[in-house]
């Protein structure tokens, strides 16, 4: 169990576009989703948290209005890369817990992004 | 604030041990292992949440001394499979499940 997938596993986008990422978990309810940036040999950094229904909460220096995210539902939530550029290139993880007292994280497989 | 782990990386033979640590200087509610392996998401391992509390499963285990905020993971008769980076997350009291996550410790297990 404790499954989650993310969509697309890689893209490659131009300089100014957007780019739209989903985190799924399927096999239980997301009460809470995590977006984290990692760039190679190095950690994980949080991006944001996200509460089904509620607006996302950023960690600071990230922007929010170009790192859109959306938790529509228990079981999917979204990371737009707004006018993306270069720099943005990264590995995306999302991870999602499902509540309880332990609430551990599991992680999707990420998403390489290139902006070229 | 990020925790610190130790040793950065590792090298070992198969059916040797090691030991991986996490410290902290803030007051830790929870510390969380994970393993990844270059190019895949990480994979969890375990929680440790009462301090002092110690888990495990198969020949991986964990303490978690919360007095001393530090943790460490213990990988007795390794296999290769345990070759990967090894992450500890750490949740600070009143955080609300964020995770702050080392630097990772680099472990690789040769035949």
């Known amino acids: 169990g404790a499954v989650v997938s993310q969509h697309p596993s890689w893209v490659i986008c131009k300089s100014g576009t957007s780019v739209k990422i989903e985190c799924r978990s399927l096999?239980?309810?997301?009460?809470?989703m995590f977006w984290y940036r990692q760039f190679p040999k190095q950690s994980l950094m949080l991006m944001a948290t996200?509460?089904?229904?509620?607006?996302?909460?950023?960690e600071q220096g990230v922007e929010k209005d170009k790192f859109l995210i959306n938790h529509a539902s228990l079981t999917l939530s979204t990371l737009t890369v707004t006018s993306a550029h270069p720099e943005d290139s990264s590995f995306y993880i999302c991870?999602?817990?499902?509540?309880?007292?332990?609430?551990?994280?599991?992680f999707g497989p990420g998403t390489r992004l290139t902006v070229t | 604030q990020q925790p610190v782990q130790s040793p950065q990386a590792v090298i070992l033979r198969e059916g040797e041990d090691a030991v991986i640590n996490c410290s902290s200087s803030?007051?830790?509610?929870?510390v969380h292992w994970y393993r990844q392996k270059h190019g895949e998401a990480p994979v969890f391992l375990m929680i440790l949440l009462k301090g002092g509390e110690q888990k495990g499963h198969d020949k991986i285990s964990a303490s978690f001394n919360e007095k001393k905020q530090q943790s460490s993971l213990y990988l007795t008769a390794s296999q290769l499979s345990y070759s990967g980076t090894y992450f500890c997350g750490t949740e600070l009291k009143g955080s609300a499940r964020q995770l702050t996550f080392g630097s990772g410790t680099q472990l690789t297990v040769l035949p």
């Open positions: 996200s509460n089904e229904g509620s607006k996302a909460t950023y």
């Open positions: 991870s999602a817990s499902g509540g309880g007292q332990l609430y551990e994280q599991y």
């Open positions: 096999d239980f309810q997301a009460t809470t």
């Open positions: 803030k007051a830790l509610y929870s």
